[in-house]
């Protein structure tokens, strides 16, 4: 299966314009395509066919390249760089940029609710991709770490995490689950691994800020620029590199907990997140 390929045909229905070009611009800038994977391993696990994943896959993925473009906005982190690119408004202007990230997020929804699968099924996966998205997900995430005080915590920090980043990667774990035909109780759990493996990830980000240059990550570091608190910075590099590396530990313990789950190829995704040098 030729995922990117499927993505940018994805967008093969929208209408010509400034707006699509900047919408493909960002969606086709690369990436590791953590969530999309995430969601495939989930179904290889349950033993059903990923094709079957591949419009909530590129709805996610379309999520997800939004919050990039809308995160990198003057009014937000203002970055210049992402992916190795001039960010979207750098690219084209802020009023595109803004306009790329609302048809990415809409158009989303349009693809996931066009998925060759039971319409309750569609429903529910539908209900998870805009709670963790949302209001009540990312975007709450990104409220707080926007309001984000000098004197913040530990735990503060995770609950940034928690919904900023955790969030996005809860959404392909439990929509596969969904996808499997697992009640809500299984459902989830898988919520709660992509919680510990947002928290683990997004530590693992604040280490690579200090650790790597803006050209090696292909983004620049505007939480140093913006002063924002990180793990890194209230508990040091090396309490922050022991409490990521139990968190991917425990991620990793959490999935080969599901009965009737492959878990040897997920596993293996995760051992090469935590490996990962940007």
Not at 124 to 133: F, P, Q, T, V, Y
Not at 237 to 257: D, F, G, N, T, V
Request: hydrophobic share 40%; net charge negative; glycine share 8%.
């Amino acid at each position: 299966m030729d995922f990117e390929k499927l993505l940018v045909q994805s967008l093969d229905g929208v209408t010509e314009s400034r707006v699509k070009d900047a919408m493909l611009y960002s969606l086709t800038a690369g990436g590791k395509r953590i969530r999309p994977n995430l969601l495939f391993e989930v179904l290889r696990g349950y033993g059903v066919d990923e094709s079957l994943g591949v419009p909530f896959a590129a709805a996610i993925e379309m999520i997800h390249t939004y919050s990039l473009i809308h995160d990198d906005l003057p009014a937000m982190d203002n970055d210049d760089l992402r992916r190795g690119r001039p960010t979207n408004h750098r690219q084209f202007d802020e009023a595109t940029a803004i306009l790329a990230g609302d048809g990415l997020l809409t158009e989303a929804f349009h693809i996931a609710s066009s998925a060759d699968v039971p319409p309750e099924q569609t429903v529910r996966a539908i209900h998870i991709l805009s709670e963790m998205a949302g209001p009540d997900g990312m975007v709450y995430g990104q409220c707080l770490d926007m309001n984000e005080a000098k004197d913040s915590t530990y735990d503060d920090i995770r609950n940034v995490h928690k919904y900023k980043t955790g969030c996005l990667l809860s959404a392909p774990l439990m929509i596969g689950a969904v996808l499997s035909g697992k009640d809500e109780a299984e459902t989830e759990q898988w919520h709660e691994v992509g919680d510990l493996l947002g928290l683990a990830f997004q530590i693992q980000d604040d280490i690579l800020d200090i650790t790597a240059t803006p050209e090696q990550l292909g983004k620049s570091n505007s939480d140093e620029r913006n002063e924002k608190i990180t793990v890194v910075k209230l508990l040091g590099e090396e309490k922050a590199r022991q409490e990521m590396k139990s968190l991917y530990e425990e991620c990793r313990l959490r999935i080969k907990k599901f009965g009737g789950f492959e878990y040897d190829s997920l596993i293996r995704m995760i051992n090469a997140i935590e490996a990962r040098a940007k």
